[in-house]
């Protein structure tokens, strides 16, 4: 089994920073890609950024270029710099984690960590 720990969301105006942290512990051998999921009221969960163990990042369109996903593979933590906050931005942030046991996919999830942008 592998635990995801979110921290570092809160309230922040438009236009402010946050960043999020997520560490990963117990069975991280065979981790893949991690990145972070958002749950916003009235829309589908949406996959905000990835990042693989090579450090390859992706991005939701809407977030390109005021995020940023980092990873340290040797504590196991990614990060997300957030910048630019919209209050479109506002949801709980989900770590995931992708690992590969044996050929078969596993996901885990972290609890969330909530992020209000405000006007």
């Known amino acids: 089994q592998v635990q995801l720990v979110e921290s570092g969301g809160g309230s922040v105006q438009a236009g402010g920073s946050l960043r999020l942290s997520c560490q990963a512990s117990g069975s991280v051998r065979g981790i893949k890609s991690m990145g972070w999921y958002r749950h916003t009221t009235g829309k589908e969960r949406e996959l905000v950024a990835t990042?693989?163990?090579?450090?390859?990042?992706d991005y939701l369109d809407s977030v390109r270029g005021r995020f940023a996903i980092s990873r340290d593979n040797a504590k196991n933590v990614i990060s997300l710099q957030m910048n630019g906050l919209q209050l479109e931005d506002t949801g709980v942030y989900v770590c995931h984690a992708e690992r590969d046991w044996y050929g078969s996919r596993l996901d885990y999830w972290g609890r969330g960590t909530q992020v209000t942008v405000s006007s």
């Open positions: 990042i693989t163990g090579d450090g390859d990042a």
